[in-house]
Each structure stands twice: as structure tokens, then as C-alpha cells.
């Protein structure tokens, strides 16, 4: 009866033989490699084929893998750069509205004495969240709300000119009616001629009527429109459109007058909102005091 190792678990020569052949072969290969040289080939082919390679795809693995996080960091930091001039872009423009509006209004007081000009209103830009889902009117909904102290009438324009009028707030979204909208009339003043008229919709988003505009006024293609201030509400001279057509019916009392709208709403993203619903509140003078009609007592 074999009583030894089975030979499953037979494992060949003692692990300190093993031990003491490796270690004599070891000494043997570096004592004829230090006089010979005889590996240095080998190493050489070791390091070419195979250290060198691995060593070139794990630098070019980290290199892509840096390049990745830099594109993406610039892409980023680009994208929101160009938010920001975009927003520079459009409170410059209404800037340059403001600037043209008191220039003409400045021209207009010039001959005349004792009269304030109107004084420069401040804006707060937003941006576009898209159109109400209501076919019939022409609304669109901007990211200021209340929180923003946002109100209702206030004038709302674009990089072009005059764009609606907040007519709904919430807490943070703002709905605007804007000009070509059936509900929204307002006074409007051609300069070239000194004519005050009023506009109206025509079902177009780009295009409103002028009404009751006199046959024989004198209107031509190409005449600006502007705001007349009259409303109270938007600020004198400022662009509403130019007219494009001019319409002169015999025996009909009034011309029919198309105006093409300067603001162009399905092209901007942002929106300038008049931070106030009356630009002339404070030209009003505030009534004095009412004085005590009471007799004064006798002094002794």
C-alpha cells in the first residue's frame, strides 16, 4: 500500500532546491552578462518591443483623456462667454435707442424754454422662453417675473426697437403682448410729417395698419415710425417700424397705411423690459399742502 503524497498534489523538487538552482542560475547569467554583454540585446529588444510601446499608449491614453477635459472646459467656458456678450450685445443696443430717442427729443426742446425732458429709464434684460400656446394672439413669455420687480404695462423692446408691453407677471416668467397682438393699439408719430395716428393688427406678426390716417395726409414709403408718448407708457421717439405701403382709394376719407415693425421677435433671444409704467410720473408737480383755514389765537 503506497502511504506517500497522492499525485494530485505531488509538486515536484523541494522548494529550497528550486530555491538554490534559481538563485546559482541568476548569479551565473549576471556574472556572464557583466564580463560579456551577452544580454544586452535582449534587453534592448525587451525595452523596444514592448516597455517602449506600453509606455507610448499609456502617455497617449493620458494625453487624450487631457485634451478631452480641455475641450470640453473650452467648450463650456466659450458657450458661456458668448451669453454674456449676447446680453452685452442687446443692453447696448437698447442703450443706443435711448441715446438716438434723447437726441431727437433734445433737437425738439431746443427751441423751446422751461420744458424737462424726460428722464433716461432703466432696463433689465431677459430672455425669450418661446411663444403662449394661444394661436389667436401674438404673446411671448420672458424669464423676469415679480422677483424681479416686474409689472404689468411695463414697455418691453428689442435691439431694434419698441417689441409689446407686459401685460401678465409671475413670480418668475412674464408674458408680453406684443404690437402686431388685435388687443394692443397705441399712439404712434411720424416725425417727417408731424402726423399722430394710432396703429392696429392686420394678422400679420411683422406687419400693423395705421388708423384713420387722412387721404390727404402727407405720407410716403420709407417715413419712420416712432412712439409719440402719448400713452404714457413708452418713451417718446423711440422705433416702432417704417412704413411700406401707402394706399389712397378715391373718395375714401382715409388712406390705408401699412407699417413693416421694426422689432423682430422670432430672431432676437433677448428682451429689455422698461423698468417703469409711467416714464413721466415725475414731471407731474405734487399739489401743495393744504394750509389750516383755523383763526390764530389772540396774543395776549
Known sequence: MDNGTPALFRQGLPAGMRLAIFASLSVVLMLVDGKMQTLEAFRESIASYVIRPAEAVTEGTVDALASGGKFFTTVSSLTEENEQLKKKNAQLSFDLLEFNRLKAENAQLQSMAGVRSSVHISSLVGVIQG?????????????????????????????????GQISRVRADQSEITLLSDPALQFPVLLPRSGIRCATAATGNDQIVELQYVPAAADIQKG?????????????????????????????????????????????????????????????TPKPDAPQSSAPKEDEP
Open 131 to 163: 411663444e403662449t400656446a394661444d394661436a389667436f394672439t401674438h404673446h411671448l413669455d420672458i424669464n423676469l417675473g415679480s422677483s424681479d420687480k416686474i409689472e404689468p404695462g411695463m414697455p418691453v423692446f428689442d435691439e431694434n426697437g419698441v417689441l
Open 223 to 283: 417715413d419712420a415710425v416712432q412712439t409719440s408718448g402719448l400713452d404714457r407708457v413708452f418713451p417718446p421717439h423711440m422705433p416702432v417700424g417704417t412704413v411700406v405701403s401707402v394706399e389712397k382709394v378715391p373718395g375714401d376719407a382715409f388712406a390705408h397705411v401699412t407699417v413693416k415693425l421694426s422689432a423682430v421677435p422670432s430672431v432676437g433671444r433677448y428682451v429689455m423690459v422698461g423698468l417703469v409704467k409711467d416714464p413721466y410720473a415725475g414731471d
